[in-house]
C-alpha cells in the first residue's frame, strides 16, 4: 500500500527478497521445500531445515527488519509458527 498497484516500490523490494531467499534454498542450497506462490502470497515449507537454510532465513528476516525501518507504515515483522 506503499503506492499503486504496479509501481509500489515496498511491494517489489518485499517480493523480490522473498523470491531470492526461496531460490536460493531451494535452487542453490537444494533444500528439499515445499513451496507455492500466488495472490501475493508466498509459502515455502523447508522438509529439513538445516544450518544452510537457517542462514539464508536469517538474511532474509534482516533484509525485510531493515526494510521495516525504513518503510515502519507499510512492513510489520509478526513473529511466530504457521498454523
Same mark, same amino acid.
Given at each position: 500500500?506503499? #503506492?499503486?498497484?504496479? /509501481?509500489?516500490?515496498?511491494?517489489? #523490494?518485499? /517480493?523480490? &527478497? &522473498?523470491?531470492? #531467499?526461496?531460490?536460493?534454498?531451494?535452487?542453490?542450497? *537444494?533444500?528439499?521445500?515445499? &513451496? /507455492? #506462490?500466488?495472490?501475493?502470497?508466498? !509459502?515455502?515449507? @523447508?522438509?529439513? +531445515?538445516?544450518?544452510?537454510?537457517?542462514?539464508?532465513? !536469517? *538474511? @532474509?528476516? @534482516?533484509?525485510?527488519?531493515? @526494510? /521495516?525501518?525504513?518503510? +515502519?507504515?507499510?512492513?510489520?515483522?509478526?513473529?511466530?509458527?504457521?498454523?
Amino acid at each position: 500500500m506503499f #503506492a499503486e498497484n504496479g /509501481s509500489d516500490v515496498v511491494c517489489a #523490494a518485499v /517480493s523480490s &527478497a &522473498a523470491y531470492m #531467499a526461496a531460490n536460493t534454498l531451494t535452487e542453490i542450497v *537444494g533444500a528439499k521445500a515445499d &513451496a /507455492s #506462490a500466488q495472490d501475493g502470497m508466498m !509459502r515455502v515449507i @523447508l522438509i529439513q +531445515p538445516d544450518e544452510q537454510t537457517e542462514t539464508v532465513l !536469517r *538474511g @532474509l528476516e @534482516l533484509h525485510l527488519t531493515e @526494510l /521495516s525501518k525504513q518503510y +515502519p507504515e507499510n512492513i510489520k515483522i509478526i513473529y511466530g509458527g504457521v498454523k
